[in-house]
Nanobody, 121 residues
């Protein structure tokens, strides 16, 4: 059974930093793209950043220059370093990971349970 376990959320003041981690386990297949999504209160869940298995990152415009996504394939772990945090970054952050077949075809997508990030002004 595939599990994604997030950690590192918390409460900070604007301008502060947090580092999120997401450890994936339980798959006999490789993990492909991994990413972080954010869901603010009363809003839909939106992609914040993603990274390919080859470590090519992608960011939503609102976090470019402030957030850095990275991964360690040996540990099946993805990280999100969040700097210069703003109140609008507040929300529940969810980790997402795809599994791939031997031929690189996407099999399924999995979600973590979410971790709360609160940024106060």
């Amino acid at each position: 059974q595939v599990r994604l376990v997030e950690s590192g959320g918390g409460s900070v003041q604007a301008g502060g930093s947090l580092r999120l981690s997401c450890a994936a386990s339980g798959s006999i297949f490789r993990f492909g793209d991994m990413g972080w999504y954010r869901q603010a209160p009363g809003k839909q869940r939106d992609l914040v950043a993603s990274i390919t298995r080859g470590s090519r990152p992608s960011y939503v415009d609102s976090v470019k220059g402030r957030f850095t996504i990275s991964r360690d394939n040996a540990k099946n772990t993805v990280y999100l370093q969040m700097d210069s945090l703003k109140p609008e970054d507040t929300g529940v952050y969810y980790c997402n990971a795809d599994t791939l077949t031997t031929y690189g075809v996407k099999l399924a997508a999995y979600w973590g349970q979410g971790t709360q990030v609160t940024v106060s002004s």
